[in-house]
């Protein structure tokens, strides 16, 4: 390959994570020069899907703390493995047969990633799967042998009829909310909203909808995926969340509201843009970041001059990057870090058991799913819960009998561990399913980035992946505001694309 | 992604631009198919006419139907043809080719009767992607009627019998996708009949055979209930499956009152999850109306059923709907349901202290307020009850 000094770009994208995937796709039949870098040897960036000894790699590498991974979301990693296996007891398959995905992240029905995907005519690369039942697991009660209880979270009408644990008061007052919820943004119930939205979501539902039942709340809560505590999450925050759950649901399929991409959940989708880049003339290079900004502007042809990490000078009419991939000398330095009380900690487990039952067919005759949601109490209603996202070997992240565990908290990381059994525990299974592997890490968060103002403005920073496990329309929206920036305000067509000759058609 | 089980992203997502562009070219298409309809209708009335019943005509009515089910002339055309074909092969005394010959033995069937079969089978076979493509053409459902009735009048029960068993398949995938789909519905009742008849051999001793189906088809009727709660043609045909039930299973009065009961219970708990939902409101006024010997609709369940047992449900049912209100104050068939309930009540126990007429004027009113635009229904049903 050439070398790349002194080569001249319109648009030089770095990292290739979602946002700037998504970019590099929305270009991709501009005609524009693009160049997209990525100082890592893999694709995906902080959502990228990583093979077992690729896990290890990484680990090792983002395994300090904060302070050693100053130009990384990611720290604190390590990884455990079970102890010593027995003759003939369930084993780690080989390396390669693994997708661990660093974010992973639940895609709803309704968001506005997926028709984006099929107008760029890159929906028939990928697949979706459907993430089926939500479940919460209740801590073991006091005094009461130590199993855990695993329950369905009611998700619809039908399911709250069906539902015994609930009596008629309940269902009746349970549906009540659930049909405000669906409704709470129209003008006859904002009223009503404004007076509810401060209020804890527990209370409001004890006060105002007649559920006295403390037990109705965690499915709820485990519906709106909050990352503090029961009595923290209001209804403000609540109510838009479950109505999201509520109105993605029966959108693809019965009985489900969200999908997860196969192989490897966000990092395949940014595969698949980048790929698209590549036809259309990108020119894609692994192992290369931004290094330093020579000069901000020349004055001849207003151009950026830029010094990659391999020491190849390069030029460029546009900039486009996620924070920790630009240099400080370009981006502003943030002025303040984000709270470490905000920073998530996070464990990938894989485990022994193929865990059929959190992954019931979605309704009579329909899909069977890949991935379902798990809400673990750990230490009762004054502390958060642990997140925890299932993926069965169908999601194709595992060989088949095994699962991968995807848990997220906002505090103690032990709690992590804690959950998992937890979950392990209720399942019921005998014997109880175990964990082979397992890494954590810390997700930080990223303080609210000011929009980018050097003297041309012709650096754009994007909003990385929020610390989360939903995939928010912010996404796409900050990428399309990049997109109007390069291609020019009066631009029409944001990932609207024909498809291309000898490219099969879905329909 | 048109593998089975995999959602499909494609469909409810494309911009609107494209949708339009679809739709106009899906009009077009239409537009010409008609006008070829047309040209060709012509040339299939005149075969017709000539008593023209042969392959190229009934390939001609295959084109036609495929592109316009709607078409009901043409169905009958080819049920003409069709006929036609089943008399000269049942009639037909050459003798037939080894092949056949040997195809029918393994079918247990004789060589005329197994090529009726395989004609019929044929057809049935020809409607399944019409069927799927237009689940609500009253002719193509009619048409599968005529082929397995034909079937049922020419060949011996074992052979019908597993065209029919293949029938209640289909209805149950037809209402898998779309469960209130009653032409589904009515279909699976006659293919129920069908069976049963078939499975009976005519011995009269229906209720108890191997061929009573009311039990299976009961349990369908609660599996799509638990699907979706708002299936009116589910309900409907739970209520009509209730008589026959209970005497399948020789139920004494006890059985009978506990059956009831759970009827209720059942119907309650789906009111409290839902009562905004008609459908569930006729079930509730169904198990009622069983209570009522005047009824002619709805056979008893109850046996004895007299007077007594109607006051004592109706006072529960009362009081039951009564405690509905609470936290549904503006759900107009809750003060439907106490009217009509009481208006019975008061007929058959004097005003007492279940039930006041200031009570239900008070509901009256209620409803007024719901419902103003049923005005004149309202008042006339003051009138009519007396408040």
Known sequence: MDSLDNTSWDVIITGTGLPQSLLALSLSRSGKQILHIDRNDYYGGDEAALALSEAE??????????????????????????????????????????????????????????????????????????????????????????WSRLTRVPSGREDVFRDDSLDLRSKRSLMKFLRFVASYDEESEQQRMVELKGLPLSVALKQHFGLKSAAAVGPLLALALPTVSEIETTMEFAVPRIARHLRSIGMFGPGFSAVLPKWGGLAEIAQVACRACAVGGGVYVLGQGIKNAIRAEDAEDSKLRLELTGGEEVTARWLVGCPRDLPATISKPIPNQADPAEDIMKSISIVSSPLTSLFPPTAEGGVIPAGAVVWVEVAGSSSPSVRILVHSSESGECPAGQCVLYASLRGDPSYLDTAVQNLLESMGEQPKPEVLWQMQYQHHAEAEQPQNTTSSGHVFTLQPLSTGIVLEDDVLKDVEEAWRKIMGNGAEGFMKFESREGVDEDE | MQSHGIPRVAATTLDKSEQARNKERKQITQYQALEKDVVDRAELDAQVKAKDYSDATFRLTSQLLTQNPEYYTIWNYR????????????????????????????????????????????????????????????????????????????????????????????????????????????????????????????????????????????????????????????????????????????????????????????????????????????????????????????????????????????????????????????????????????????????????????????????LRGIDPLREGRWRDLERKMGL
């Open chain 1, 57 to 146: 790699q990484w680990v090792k590498k983002h395994g300090g703390d904060a302070s050693e991974n100053a130009d990384s979301a990611y720290s604190h990693a390590t990884i455990s493995l079970s102890d010593a296996q027995e003759e003939g007891a369930k084993k780690l398959g080989f390396s390669r047969a693994y997708s661990l995905a660093l974010a992973p992240h639940l895609v709803y029905a309704r968001s506005n990633l997926l028709p984006a995907v099929v107008s760029s005519r890159t929906h028939s690369q990928l697949e979706f799967q459907a993430i089926g039942s939500w479940f919460t697991v209740t801590a073991p009660l006091d005094g009461l042998p130590s």
């Open chain 2, 79 to 366: 049920r003409l043809i069709l006929q036609h074909v089943f008399a000269r092969e049942l009639a037909a005394d050459e003798a037939p080719s080894e092949q056949d010959a040997a195809a029918a033995d393994k079918a247990g069937l004789p060589p005329a009767q197994h090529e009726v079969l395989l004609l019929i089978k044929e057809d049935l076979q020809f409607l399944i992607p019409l069927l799927k493509q237009y689940p609500k053409c009253y002719w193509i459902w009619n048409h599968r009627s005529w082929l397995l009735g034909t079937a049922t009048k020419h060949l011996p029960a074992h052979s019908a019998v597993t065209l029919w068993h293949a029938e209640l398949g289909l209805v149950s995938k037809m209402l898998g996708l779309d469960s209130r789909n009653f032409h589904g519905w009515g279909y699976r009742r006659e293919v129920v009949l069908a069976i049963e008849r078939l499975s009976s051999n005519g011995d009269g001793e229906k209720e108890s055979g191997s061929g009573n189906m009311v039990e299976s088809e009961f349990a369908y009727t609660t599996k799509m209930i638990q699907s979706n709660l708002s299936n009116f043609s589910a309900w409907h045909y739970r209520s009509q499956l209730i008589p026959r039930l209970l005497s399948s299973r020789n139920a004494d009065t006890k059985t009978r009152q506990e059956f009831l009961d759970a009827e209720f219970e059942l119907i309650t708990r789906a009111l409290y999850t839902d009562p905004y939902d008609q459908s569930l409101w006729f079930y509730h006024q169904y198990l009622m109306a069983t209570l009522s010997p005047a009824n002619k609709q709805a056979e008893p369940v109850l046996e004895p059923c007299g007077r007594a047992e109607q006051a004592r449900y109706l006072e529960r049912e009362i009081g039951s709907v009564r405690e509905m209100l609470e936290g549904a104050e503006d759900c107009k068939y809750i003060y439907q349901a106490l009217l009509e309930y009481s208006g019975r009540y008061l007929e058959v126990e004097a005003e007492g202290e279940k039930v006041t007429l200031e009570e239900m004027r008070g509901w009256l009113r209620e």
